[in-house]
């Protein structure tokens, strides 16, 4: 009892801090900022709970029907109230592809910003905390990719993993290779940022100190350097969850990404781009919509993030 009424307190008082701080106050008085955060929140909500959420299940074939097909938004002359934004050329409601859509992009901005992130963390830690012919190595590498766009990398590896896995397994390991080709086109940004932080720790008192104690280096990066580089590292990753999600859009536009089974926002756009000139342009005009306001939300709540743990802003 002791020990969790002690646990509460402790949580209670980082809470009472929290709010009292800079970065709360900084929030709170940015209506589009609040807008914003409203927006993301929505749309990770609705992606995690979409079969609570979706009027439909689009990967139900028993519940479409082709007949529904083409069927335009509710406000429209043969609008159906039964799909609120109309239908796609199988019969699947657009406000629910655009549902479980949002939660495959998520899904995979996510992991692949999660992925690039512990990959640059790790490489940016070692480089800067051993330098010499590592940080050497992985900086020229580093410098190699940027001349790269990112898009070009991820095509690159995703072309080299169709290239190599036998088709049966192109619709099972999809998701994967989308990770891994968009968060291997993502690390360098963690990498130099982390390095350039771990350089400057390295040579700090504390560290030192750790060292002749006899720590293992790998404990003084995780428990001492890594905490001082976080705050810029949380910065990258919500711009990059941004740039995430268009990368996969793109990649799925280009008939690359997720297969047709199992649509993303840039596959349902892509999907209604072949019907945008003979009428049907909600099909492709609502997915691309909700794309737009989806990256410009996390946009702009990484702008705000980089400004509120910018201690020269406040």
Known sequence: MAVEAGAAARLADALRRFFDGDIWYSFT???????????????????????????????????????????????????????????????????????????????????????????????????????????????????????????LIALLIDGLARAVLPRDFHGEVWFYVLVLAIGLSFWVQYARTVRGSAMVERNKEYVQAARVIGIPPVLIMLRHVLPNVMGPVLVIATINLAIAVITEATLSFLGVGVPLTSPSLGTLIRVGNDF????????????????????????????????ALNPKLR
Request: cysteine-free; aromatic content about 10%.
């Open 29 to 151: 008085r940015s209506p589009v900022i609040i807008v914003s955060a409203v927006i993301t929140a929505l749309f990770v909500v609705s992606a995690v709970f979409a079969p609570l959420v979706a009027p439909h299940n689009p990967f139900d074939l028993a519940s479409i029907d082709l007949l529904d097909s083409f069927i335009p938004p509710v406000w429209l002359a043969d609008g159906d109230p039964r799909f609120l934004l109309g239908t796609d050329d199988q019969g699947r409601g657009i406000l629910s592809t655009i549902i479980y859509g949002a939660r495959i992009s998520l899904g995979v901005g996510f992991a692949s910003v999660l992925f690039a992130m512990v990959l640059g963390i790790a490489l940016g830690l070692i480089s800067g905390y051993f330098g010499g012919t590592v940080d050497a190595v992985i900086m020229r590498i580093a410098d190699v990719q940027l001349t790269f766009p990112a898009i």
């Open 276 to 307: 945008l000139f003979s009428g049907e342009w909600w099909i492709t005009i609502f997915p691309g919509a909700a794309l737009a306001i989806l990256v410009l939300a996390v946009n702009l709540l990484g702008d705000w993030l980089r400004d």
